[in-house]
């Protein structure tokens, strides 16, 4: 089974920055959309940010854009959430998420059930 792996997760003050990253077991992905979801406790799971399979398409949540920027590097099997101007309200759980839907396309879910395989997940705490 493909695993992912995360990592870059820990605890900064706010205007701070951080880099996520998520690799995975396999190139299995490396045709298919990625996001970063992240959760707090007692609320659902939040889409953060999306990438298609070639990075040429990609969309982020209103309350991230001009802060966060994903990426990928599929020869290296691993996405990536840059995260700057870091905030308090950005404290949460962040997971990286992959699918086997719309292979080579521009289509990137944006919804936790169209996501399959999923990272152990990394904390990030921002203090004000």
């Known amino acids: 089974q493909v695993q992912r792996v995360e990592s870059g997760g820990g605890w900064v003050q706010a205007g701070g920055s951080l880099r996520l990253s998520c690799t995975a077991s396999?190139?299995?992905?490396?045709?298919?959309?990625m996001a970063w979801f992240r959760q707090t406790p007692g609320k659902e799971r939040e889409v953060v940010a999306g990438i298609n399979w070639n990075g040429v398409r990609t969309y982020y949540a209103d309350s991230v854009k001009g802060r966060f920027t994903i990426s990928r590097d599929n020869a290296k099997n691993t996405e990536y959430l840059q995260m700057n101007s870091l905030k308090p309200e950005d404290t949460a759980v962040y997971y990286c998420?992959?699918?086997?839907?719309?292979?080579?396309?521009?289509?990137?879910?944006?919804?936790?059930?169209?996501?399959?395989?999923w990272g152990q997940g990394t904390p990030v705490t921002v203090s004000s």
């Open positions: 396999s190139p299995a992905f490396s045709n298919y959309p």
């Open positions: 998420a992959a699918t086997f839907r719309g292979s080579l396309g521009y289509y990137v879910p944006a919804s936790t059930e169209e996501y399959n395989y």
